[in-house]
């Protein structure tokens, strides 16, 4: 598919963690100074999508981080997470985020009402009529309760303003179709099919794991773009045994505890979310170490 710069979506996505203080509010400075760290080695951000813990945000709160990213990390290129089951409120908030340039609106179905796939076309149609920036669909159904079937792809990927989609339906035969019979970019949204995904055709990856080491996910991104599959492999192969320990509890627990290790945020998460409990954070602290972190 060929893309103008707008709307290429290609590369290594870091969906930010939001750091907490001790007082439980955003921790602003640290949420700087992560992006500030992160943006030399990755394509771009989500702020606000489900690693982000938008869900324990307030609409406040959440265009506070994305002012924050914005302000730490000028010029790079930040897409923001949308989503819910009230369409009024998400016309309120594609409002609010017409005052700030984004690079794309991540937005998955919205979740816990289960809408048909008809009502799953209209939702999103009728954001992307009213979005300034262009939509990747976020096909996530272990977090919606619905899954977003082939045809629904064939008939919102005929908006001209919906252009990608963050792949974490779990069908391998899914993936090949949408990157075979469908205009759309595919990224993986699974780190564990990151590797599968750019082999068969993926333009790229939004990867939470990629907080830690982000050169080294876009080093497999560069090899396998330039057809050096070996070296691809064997830098996935080598991330692997952190992408499974990352996930062993819930997302970010795993992901914020590995940043509290390197001294970068404080690995509280914000309820009902739990952080990371002490046996995984002394695991990934001896995985860390024999990765030279």
């Not at 996930?247 to 390197?262: C, D, S, T, Y």
């Amino acid at each position: 598919m060929s893309s103008t710069a707008a709307t290429d979506f290609s590369g290594i996505w870091v969906p930010l963690v939001t750091p907490f203080s001790a007082d439980g509010s955003v921790d602003h400075p640290a949420l700087r100074a992560l992006a500030t760290k992160l943006a030399p080695d990755v394509a771009g951000f989500v702020v606000c999508g489900s690693t982000g813990e938008a869900h324990a945000l307030d609409e406040r709160e959440q265009l506070a981080v994305l002012d924050s990213v914005r302000a730490a990390v000028q010029g790079a290129r930040i897409v923001m997470g949308l989503g819910g089951p009230h369409r009024g409120r998400l016309h309120e908030q594609l409002a609010a985020l017409r005052e700030r340039p984004l690079a794309g609106l991540l937005v998955s179905p919205p979740y816990y009402v289960r809408p048909s796939q008809a009502a799953i076309v209209d939702y999103f149609l009728d954001l992307a009529d009213r979005a300034a920036c262009p939509l990747i669909a976020y096909n996530i159904p272990y977090r919606t309760g619905v899954a977003m079937e082939f045809s629904t792809f064939e008939r919102i990927a005929r908006h001209r303003n919906i252009v990608a989609v963050k792949d974490c339906g779990g069908s391998p035969a899914l993936t090949l179709d949408l990157i075979t019979r469908t205009p759309l970019q595919v990224l993986a949204g699974e780190d564990g099919n990151i590797l599968s995904t750019l082999c068969a055709g993926g333009v790229g990856a939004i990867s939470a794991a990629a907080h830690v080491f982000p050169e080294r996910y876009t080093a497999l991104f560069e090899a396998i773009r330039e057809q050096r599959s070996n070296e691809a492999r064997e830098l996935f192969h080598g991330l692997w045994p952190l992408i499974q320990l990352l996930f062993e509890e819930p997302n970010p627990a795993g992901v914020k505890a590995a940043l509290a290790h390197q001294g970068l945020i404080d690995a509280r998460c914000r309820a009902p979310m739990a952080a990371a409990t002490p046996p995984m954070r002394e695991r990934l602290a001896a995985r860390l170490a024999a990765m030279g972190a």
